[in-house]
């Protein structure tokens, strides 16, 4: 038997804390370890609890979700912090994701996707909505007046970085392109220290930001 993945609610809205809470309650293999009504309870029972993650509402009172993000990733680094919110603007997304947040689902998402998001990002993967995904793309490539001094990937780190995007593991990523798991970590690891980053959600981003994916 695996260890559960253990997780804190985050939300100011009661009646929708409770909804998620009983939906993860459900679901074998996930403890709801905490509660939390705004952002800075989110970032002390973190603190206390030691959660594998925190599931964060954008919009709370006290510190906002992407404010408690930051300190949550700064203070508790074996945290990670699945985004599940309302919003997708622009700015919502990339302040989340620059605060260090692994994924950022839509409270309108399925529960499977939902459920499979969490159980992604305790993993170690990052995940975006479909239509999260596509709105970085769009801004990125808006203003990517820089493209041409990015740095150079090969053919096969820019399909290691596409698949990472969609959310896959690195033995789906082996699998895909018929290529060993270690093989994978290698890439991953030309890709970070061409981007100047240090994990897969930063690479991803950083990525979009270059118009690279």
Do not use: C
């Amino acid at each position: 038997m695996t260890d559960p993945i253990r997780i804190v609610v985050a939300d100011d809205h009661p009646i929708v804390r409770a909804g998620i809470v009983g939906l993860l309650e459900s679901e074998p293999g996930i403890e709801v370890v905490g509660e939390a009504a705004d952002g800075a309870q989110a970032v002390a029972v973190a603190e206390a609890e030691r959660p594998d993650l925190v599931l964060m509402d954008l919009r709370m009172p006290v510190l906002d979700g992407a404010a408690a993000t930051a300190r949550i990733v700064a203070t508790s680094p074996g945290t990670r912090v699945l985004v599940l919110t309302t919003y997708e603007t622009d700015d919502h997304i990339l302040a989340a994701i620059e605060a260090g947040a692994s994924g950022y689902l839509l409270k309108a998402a399925p529960q499977a996707e939902i459920l499979a998001g969490i159980r992604a990002v305790a993993a170690g993967e990052t995940v975006l909505a479909p239509s999260i995904a596509a709105k970085l793309v769009s801004r990125v490539r808006a203003g990517a007046s820089a493209a041409s001094a990015a740095p150079q990937l090969s053919p096969r780190e820019l399909e290691v970085l596409r698949l990472v995007a969609t959310g896959r593991s690195n033995p789906e990523i082996a699998r895909s392109l018929f290529i060993g798991e270690a093989t994978v970590k290698t890439h991953l690891l030309h890709v970070f220290e061409k981007l100047e980053v240090n994990d897969r959600t930063r690479a991803v981003t950083r990525a979009m930001e270059l118009g690279l994916i």
